[in-house]
């Protein structure tokens, strides 16, 4: 099935909570949460694909790379490209009457094992949503990460020993989810940390553990003294706080923090390989990417979620012949331009 037909079937069955559109940017579904909308106004999720937009690729053509080079390691693991499934959760509150959460689970992180590449599991309120996603990461052999509401340490524990035992490349935590309401009134306790809290839980699992949802290079520079093992500058997709600025905007700052102390990612409005381009370029070692993955799984399941990673790696290949990148480690902010 290709890509065309992939989304002729997403459309019919996501009808409701997504119209496909031609461009997908936030402004059509703005307020949708639950849903695929981003919170409020839309503006966070229409800001990460703004940014993106404004960045431009400098096309450089005397030089002989013909096939570049576009495996990355990441915590350990060898990765054939650097595009990886974002955890997408919630499908009863998402996407009513579809299909289940381990489906969901299942899509990203078998369909991105498929390509070649990393898919992570998520977790929300209903207490079935991480076991779903921690059976998806076992179907292949414990090649996922799963991520952990920012919860007491007390609390964790129990979601810490399951993700190891089912032996994770590494484990996350979507601290953006800190003041997300739904889930307090659910009886869960899940707040900000402080840098000696972040600490304790690194200490507490020897997984490779990951921060995802740092915004500042402050944060991140906390982040990185917690010795957290990766960041993901990531605003939610824009679902959790109104009017937070572009991903692509603030990633250049966070890098040039960082230094290359610790693994960074970033997600936000990637829609192609070529998008994909510009936040290497901008800094990041991998991407991550969250609704077009889970439109192509409505659209055919895990197959469908290998295709369009694959048209991901596709237009990164071309990207980078078209700039003159023989590895990753080639891509650098002389392949791009602010508008
Ligand atoms: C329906 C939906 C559910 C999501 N669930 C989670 C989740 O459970 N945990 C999490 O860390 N992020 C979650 N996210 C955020 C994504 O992981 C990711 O940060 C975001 O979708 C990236 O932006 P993009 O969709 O524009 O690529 C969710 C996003 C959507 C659209």
Known sequence: MNLKEIREIARQRMEGSCRLCRVCNGVVCAGETPGMGGVGSGAGFQNNVAALQRIRLNMRTLHDVMEPDLRVELFGLQLDFPVLAAPVAGMGLNFPAVGTEEDLARWAVVGAKMAGTLGMSGDGPDPTTFPSGLRAIQHVHGHGIPVVKPLPLQDLQPKIE?????????????IDAAGILMMRRAGYRVGPKTKAEIADIVASTKLPFILKGIMTADDAEKAVEAGVA???????????????PGT?????????????????LMDGGIRSGFDV??????????????????????????????????????????????????TLADVGPHVIRQA
């Open 162 to 174: 399951q993700a190891e035992q089912a032996g994770c490349v590494a484990l996350a935590m979507d």
């Open 230 to 244: 990766g960041i993901v500058v990531s605003n939610h997709g824009g679902r959790i706080l109104d009017h937070t």
């Open 248 to 264: 692509a905007e603030v990633l250049g700052e966070i890098a040039a923090a960082v230094q290359g102390r610790i693994t960074v």
């Open 277 to 326: 381009m510009k936040v290497l370029a901008l800094g990041a070692d991998a991407v991550l990417v969250g609704r077009p993955l889970t439109v192509a799984g409505f659209g055919n399941g895990e197959q469908g979620v290998c295709t369009q990673l694959l048209q991901f790696r596709d237009e990164l290949e071309r990207a980078m012949v078209l700039t003159g990148c023989r």
